[in-house]
């Protein structure tokens, strides 16, 4: 009985640790996002990061640009430094450009991203940022590891250089699978023809750096994705804060209470 116990709970252990994958299938590890959504200057990067690289091609129709004022940016901020347009401010984040013409250009239109993390996570969203690399048989010449063939050229290049996609080979899964669990953050494990395994990530390529150091590049995609999160769900912080203002009262309450509870029962003999 105990030794099953033990077959069962060290099955389990390994489990957690392996990739198990099913044969034909592939298996991704994402890197876990940094995003702090309390983190108001996080935030405030985060918003200014998506009105530069991604507001020409993708809008948050359901975001206004007032609204900003809740990660402490101030009226005249938001006005200088993050609408380019004549848009008032009580205006929604939108493009110029119609659906029709972008999926012109990109084959497919860019989503809004307006609840765009609560559809992926944000977890998805930071390792979609990582996931770019440059490759010369896709017709955008990028592509990414998170979502492979996506149409979105990888806009972010300059910062973080254009990347490139690390492959090992083995003939073995479980030397394989060995080797995804070493490797540090978003790893993706695949069946390969002959019965091989790869395991893939991207990585920087020393010949071509970006303005960025890496560590420097995945603060500047958690910011994003932190700010995309905010985007999300507004209200969420404030939840949040409130949630720990009530909290704060019964403690308080509670304290009140034992003592008037203790003055009650002072004089009863027991
Ligand atoms: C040059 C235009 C362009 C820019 C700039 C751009 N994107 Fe995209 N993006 C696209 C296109 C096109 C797609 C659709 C890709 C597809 O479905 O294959 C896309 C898809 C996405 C998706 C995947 C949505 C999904 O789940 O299907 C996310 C997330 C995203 N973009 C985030 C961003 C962020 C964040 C930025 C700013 C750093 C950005 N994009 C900048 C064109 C762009």
Redesign the pocket.
């Known amino acids: 009985m105990k030794k099953t116990f033990l077959t069962v709970v060290a099955a389990l252990l390994v489990g957690t640790g392996t990739f198990a994958i099913a044969s034909g299938g592939a298996d991704l590890r994402l890197a876990p996002a940094p995003a702090h959504r309390l983190d108001a200057e996080s935030l405030q990067r985060g918003a200014r ?2 009105v530069n ?2 507001l ?3 809008s948050a129709q359901f975001m206004r640009f007032e609204r900003l004022q809740d990660i402490g940016l101030t009226e005249d901020q938001i006005k200088d430094n993050l609408m380019f347009g004549a848009d008032k401010i009580g205006a929604t984040m939108t493009v110029a450009m119609t659906p029709a013409e ?1 999926a012109k250009w ?6 809004d ?1 307006s609840v ?1 993390s609560r ?2 996570g944000t977890d998805w ?1 930071y390792n ?2 990582l996931g770019f690399y440059a490759d010369s048989k896709s017709t955008t010449g990028w592509n990414n590891l998170v ?1 492979p ?5 990888h ?2 290049w300059e910062l973080s250089g254009p990347n490139r996609l690390v492959e090992q080979e083995f003939d073995d899964h479980g030397k394989a699978a060995a080797a995804a669990i070493a490797v540090k953050g978003l790893v993706r494990l695949a069946s390969a023809p002959g019965g091989k395994w790869i395991v893939q990530q991207v990585d920087t390529d020393p010949n071509a750096p970006g303005t960025m150091q890496p560590a420097e590049y995945r603060a500047f995609a958690a910011d ?1 994705v932190n700010f ?1 999160d905010f985007v999300g769900e507004p209200t969420k912080n404030k939840r949040i804060s409130l949630g720990i203002i009530v909290l704060m009262y019964f403690v308080v309450l509670f304290a009140l209470v034992y003592a008037l509870k203790r003055m009650y029962w002072k004089d009863v003999p027991h």
């Open positions: 990061n998506f690289y991604c020409n091609c993708h972008a990109f084959g497919v239109a860019p989503p991203l765009i559809v992926r969203l979609y940022m979502f063939s996506v149409a979105m050229p806009v972010l994003l995309l």
